[in-house]
Nanobody, 122 residues
Framework: QVQLVESGGGLVQAGGSLRLSCAASGRTFSRCVIGWFRQAPGKEREFVAR????????YYADSVKGRFTISRDNTRNTVYLQMNSLKPEDTAVYYC???????????????WGQGTQVTVSS
């Protein structure tokens, strides 16, 4: 199994930047698709970005496209989410998740971190 730990959240002014990290344990990390999700108070969890195992294919939600960049370093078992031009509506708990193609779980993602809080002030 894969264990995921997010870090890098905090309080930032609108227009500022943060870089989130998702550190993983487990030898299967490099073959996993990794996604970032977020959940604001009173809202459902929403997709933010994902990256394939090699790091060559990425996809972003329209709300963050052009502002956020997902990347990974498989030698360090880490995925990053660079967040620029932050807006108050980006305020949420951010989670990373992993999909292992060799795990049959019935869900899109198999493993989840505990989340890191991002707060963007006006």
């Amino acid at each position: 199994q894969v264990q995921l730990v997010e870090s890098g959240g905090g309080l930032v002014q609108a227009g500022g930047s943060l870089r989130l990290s998702c550190a993983a344990s487990g030898r299967t990390f490099s073959r996993c698709v990794i996604g970032w999700f977020r959940q604001a108070p009173g809202k459902e969890r929403e997709f933010v970005a994902r990256i394939n195992s090699s790091g060559r294919i990425t996809y972003y939600a329209d709300s963050v496209k052009g502002r956020f960049t997902i990347s990974r370093d498989n030698t360090r078992n880490t995925v990053y989410l660079q967040m620029n031009s932050l807006k108050p509506e980006d305020t949420a708990v951010y989670y990373c998740a992993a999909n292992d193609p060799l795990v049959v779980s019935g869900g899109e993602y198999d493993y989840w971190g505990q989340g890191t809080q991002v707060t963007v002030s006006s």
